[in-house]
T-cell receptor, first 113, second 114 residues
């Protein structure tokens, strides 16, 4: 049972344009969400997080949006740069009763120069 | 400031053998989690250690065991290796203060079981 889903395995975007990566979840107990970026031969790197008390969080070129009613979050990267090319994972957690993060299967982003 | 370190980087074992992977957490962190990432999948939670005790466990068999030392470093042991245990094993550290705490990952150990 995949509780966190990233339905797009890959995405290609032109440099300078917006990249939108999507993530859906099924467990209504999840109330903390994170995005990680992973380059080959490296561990995932934390990018940005959002708690369920917010619907938007920004950090520089990265913005995460949370739609609790739809159980959907998205990561926007504006403007996209070639160095953003990587695999992006969303992860979710319930902040009470568990220490376990559930990860999606990842979306491979390719930013074309 | 050293981040999360893992050793070895790569490991090749045969079926039935046992393996030990090691992790040193980021400075200031006292909680260590282990994940298994199979090809094309996201990381899957194995277990988390805090205060030298296993605090939570994912859906992995007892062949997977761990340990945390007083300096917060940790080991993951896998016994009776199966071909399906071939994966990238990731260690992540965090500190437990507050409700919201990111996990910082190491580069991983690539285990191949032949």
């Amino acid at each position: 049972d995949q509780q966190v889903k990233q339905n797009s395995p890959s995405l290609s975007v032109q440099e300078g344009r917006i990249s939108i990566l999507n993530c859906d979840y099924t467990n209504s107990m999840f109330d903390y969400f994170l995005w990680y970026k992973k380059y080959p031969a490296e561990g995932p790197t934390f990018l940005i997080s959002i708690s369920s008390i917010k619907d938007k969080n920004e950090d520089g070129r990265f913005t995460v949006f949370l739609n609790k009613s739809a159980k959907h979050l998205s990561l926007h990267i504006v403007p996209s740069q070639p160095g953003d090319s990587a695999v992006y994972f969303c992860a979710a957690k319930a902040t009470s009763g568990t220490y376990k993060y559930i990860f999606g299967t990842g979306t491979r982003l390719k930013v074309l120069a | 400031d050293a981040g999360v370190t893992q050793s070895p980087t790569h490991l090749i074992k045969t079926r039935g053998q046992q393996v030990t992977l090691r992790c040193s957490p980021k400075s200031g962190h006292d909680t260590v989690s282990w994940y298994q990432q199979a090809l094309g999948q996201g990381p899957q939670f194995i277990f988390q250690y805090y205060e030298e005790e296993e605090r939570q466990r994912g859906n992995f068999p007892d062949r997977f065991s761990g340990h945390q030392f007083p300096n917060y470093s940790s080991e993951l042991n896998v016994n009776a290796l199966l071909l399906g245990d071939s994966a990238l094993y990731l260690c992540a550290s965090s500190f437990p203060q507050g409700r919201y705490n990111e996990q910082f990952f190491g580069p991983g150990t690539r285990l191949t079981v032949l």
